[in-house]
């Protein structure tokens, strides 16, 4: 018995799956090899949220940024995604700053054992993997090297997949039902998604297998309804507004994200779609179909701007799962190639051409990495602080008491300000720039002089790196003044 688990321990698909776990983490790492904080104004959001949500210790919370507003369930929709993090965070005692650089990485690198688990039971398991670890991330619909709802929601995607399309005890479906309530919480996007393209294979069990369907579906749509009724308050809503066409604006290029991705994955894909169908069955249909019902759903949008712009915009990577699935299924028909015997063109190979096609399949993977892996290192992703930043913002939070409460500062480094420091800002760039962006850069232009702009804002501390010649600020630390209360 023993012997039995060294041999399968040994087998070439487990020899396989360690290198990969290893580039997947490697992929998700690239942008923090050298850059030891996040680097996503939405990570920064979340850290703000995170640490805000468990001081509070709750789910209502007053705006870590402005201090002006409660926030609730009602408007801080991945209000699980905080609690996940500081829950993290406290229990593990990990830095915030380490979670942020290395956490990522480790997410991904179970989403790839994920896919592996999923796609090992249609006989694709190492190639639908290593698809997995090609997937980008940019920063217009994220990915997997940032600590984001997203990147979470990705990790489960393919369990639900694997537990839909080969279980159907009740155990199983309160399964999916639990995920699918972990993903509402986390990002109700992330939870929308699996429902798309799960919607074609429920369908083809309709006959045969109405069971199998509607309690998949049960455990699917459930969540929305019943479990978060501030989420169900906004279907109707959300409803209305896929029969709304909306202006034609900015969204992230789908082209480009194909292109990103990579041509040779999209002709594997297609390699796959033909293996699959080829193969039949429901659930090879029901993966084709998923795919094809996902694309459907972006390609609505994008060209015809019928949707809901957060789901296209964080489709798109889920997209790309799929793509990696499917090609994962044309990578195993490639290295399962087998040419006739019967040709005398290639009886004198008559030794190798058993392993043709694994050496295909090698050849493919080496052109893959090589094209890839340079475009990963080279991707461009900004950074919001830098090294003498962040050792002014920590000093900031461990020296400067409560009485100095809000700041000024340049609103591209606010969001991390607040974030480390934990005290309030005048202004800070997040989606796009704030009529009180301009009042800041134009007060910290004019060298800090304006003192009556700080005392009707309520600011107590400047940062900035530039010179400040106000003399009512105290300089207390290189780039850090502070405005006594008139009188001290």
């Known amino acids: 018995?023993?012997?039995?688990?060294?041999?399968?321990?040994?087998?070439?698909?487990?020899?396989?799956?360690?290198?990969?776990?290893?580039?997947?983490?490697?992929?998700?790492?690239?942008?923090?090899?050298?850059?030891?904080?996040?680097?996503?104004?939405?990570?920064?959001?979340?850290?703000?949220?995170?640490?805000?949500?468990?001081?509070?210790?709750?789910?209502?919370?007053?705006?870590?940024?402005?201090?002006?507003?409660?926030?609730?369930?009602?408007?801080?929709?991945?209000?699980?995604?905080?609690?996940?993090?500081?829950?993290?965070?406290?229990?593990?005692?990990?830095?915030?700053?380490?979670?942020?650089?290395?956490?990522?990485?480790?997410?991904?690198?179970?989403?790839?054992?994920?896919?592996?688990?999923?796609?090992?039971?249609?006989?694709?398991?190492?190639?639908?993997?290593?698809?997995?670890?090609?997937?980008?991330?940019?920063?217009?619909?994220?990915?997997?090297?940032?600590?984001?709802?997203?990147?979470?929601?990705?990790?489960?995607?393919?369990?639900?997949?694997?537990?839909?399309?080969?279980?159907?005890?009740?155990?199983?479906?309160?399964?999916?039902?639990?995920?699918?309530?972990?993903?509402?919480?986390?990002?109700?996007?992330?939870?929308?998604?699996?429902?798309?393209?799960?919607?074609?294979?429920?369908?083809?069990?309709?006959?045969?297998?109405?069971?199998?369907?509607?309690?998949?579906?049960?455990?699917?749509?459930?969540?929305f309804f019943v479990v978060f009724p501030w989420i169900s308050d906004l279907l109707l809503p959300t409803a209305r507004s896929l029969l709304t066409q909306r202006p034609p604006t900015e969204y992230v290029q789908l082209p480009k994200i194909i292109e990103t991705y990579g041509y040779l994955p999209i002709l594997f894909c297609l390699l796959g779609t033909f293996s699959l169908a080829i193969k039949g069955g429901k659930k090879n249909y029901g993966l084709i179909l998923g795919l094809l019902a996902l694309l459907l759903m972006l390609l609505t949008f994008y060209t015809f701007h019928y949707g809901v712009a957060i789901v296209y915009e964080r489709g798109l990577m889920y997209m790309m799962l799929m793509l990696g699935i499917v090609a994962g299924a044309g990578l195993s028909a490639v290295k399962n190639l087998h040419l006739p015997a019967n040709i005398r063109l290639w009886k004198g190979l008559s030794p190798v051409m058993p392993y043709l096609g694994r050496a295909l399949c090698l050849i493919f993977v080496g052109i893959i990495l090589a094209v890839t892996i340079p475009v990963r290192l080279d991707a461009d992703y900004y950074r919001m602080i830098d090294k003498e930043d962040y050792q002014a913002f920590v000093w900031i939070r461990d020296n400067i008491g409560a009485d100095y409460q809000r700041a000024v500062l340049d609103p591209w480094k606010a969001t991390a300000f607040t974030a480390i420091t934990g005290k309030y800002i005048y202004s800070r760039i997040h989606a796009s720039p704030q009529p009180g962006d301009l009042e800041a850069y134009q007060f910290l232009h004019d060298g800090c002089s304006d003192t009556a702009f700080l005392r009707e804002n309520g600011i107590s501390i400047v940062y900035s790196q530039g010179l400040c010649s106000n003399p009512d600020l105290v300089e207390v630390r290189q780039g850090v003044y502070i405005l006594p209360e008139s009188g001290e």
């Open 1 to 223: 018995m023993i012997r039995q688990n060294i041999r399968r321990l040994v087998k070439p698909d487990f020899l396989m799956l360690l290198p990969l776990l290893g580039l997947a983490f490697y992929t998700a790492y690239i942008p923090h090899i050298n850059y030891p904080y996040p680097l996503h104004v939405d990570e920064w959001v979340h850290l703000a949220y995170s640490k805000a949500m468990m001081q509070s210790g709750s789910t209502t919370f007053l705006d870590p940024f402005y201090g002006q507003s409660m926030v609730g369930l009602s408007s801080n929709l991945e209000a699980g995604f905080h609690l996940f993090l500081g829950t993290f965070q406290a229990i593990s005692g990990v830095s915030w700053m380490d979670i942020f650089r290395y956490l990522p990485a480790v997410i991904f690198t179970f989403t790839v054992l994920s896919v592996y688990i999923m796609a090992r039971r249609e006989g694709f398991g190492w190639e639908a993997a290593f698809f997995t670890c090609l997937i980008p991330t940019t920063v217009g619909i994220l990915g997997p090297a940032f600590l984001v709802p997203v990147s979470v929601g990705l990790l489960f995607t393919p369990l639900i997949l694997f537990i839909a399309l080969n279980f159907s005890s009740i155990w199983h479906y309160l399964l999916i039902f639990g995920i699918t309530c972990f993903l509402l919480s986390i990002h109700a996007p992330s939870a929308i998604c699996p429902i798309i393209i799960l919607v074609p294979y429920i369908l083809l069990n309709l006959k045969g297998n109405h069971k199998h369907s509607l309690l998949t579906a049960l455990a699917l749509l459930l969540p």
